[in-house]
């Protein structure tokens, strides 16, 4: 999971972060980015910037800040991007033509489905796994179905991941002993 959380910075740091500040609204403006709307966002990198440059030699000795800074702001930028497409998924929908010409078996490989009976006995299968799970464990399940990755799925539970893979492997278990009983 994501630490948003930043240790504090040391008095040199802090000093240099004031007097490099300009940087945060520059590489706003080359971006075309709003500072009212992008600079919540950027400025966490920002500030992680400011800790490696004085914490790492190695680092400060091979890259100048201006450039340590771009890079830790860009990420900033793609990281809230990548949440918020997550956020706009949709699970895929297929759509099926009840005007087809072709033979049955044909149809069902065009529509990506086996056979209407498939499809409501997964239905089913599908319904009764979420009636027999916990508020939570539904909660991950409807998330997966709409296409988040583990990762998405519990960063916005705010559950840790070991707790979430536990919770994977007690809801595979539950659709196991439908399945098979």
Known sequence: MKNHTLSPLTEQEKKFAEQNHDLVYNFL????YSIEEYYSVVIPGYLKA???YHRREDIRNKYAFPFI???YMRAEIKDYFRIQDAQK???VEVIISLD??????AFYKSTGRK????DVLEKMLYDNVLKGLSE???KIVLLKVNGYNDKEVYSMMGIPSSTYYKEMQRIRAIVKELMFN
Do not use: L
């Not at 403006?29 to 075309?32: A, D, I, N, S």
């Not at 087809?100 to 078996?105: A, K, N, S, V």
């Not at 056979?115 to 498939?118: D, G, I, L, R």
């Open 50 to 52: 400011v800790r490696v």
């Open 29 to 32: 403006h080359k971006r075309g």
């Open 100 to 105: 087809t010409d072709c033979p049955d078996e």
């Open 69 to 71: 800074s771009q890079q």
């Open 136 to 138: 939570s464990r539904r």
């Open 115 to 118: 056979s209407a009976e498939a």
């Open 89 to 91: 998924r949709k699970p």
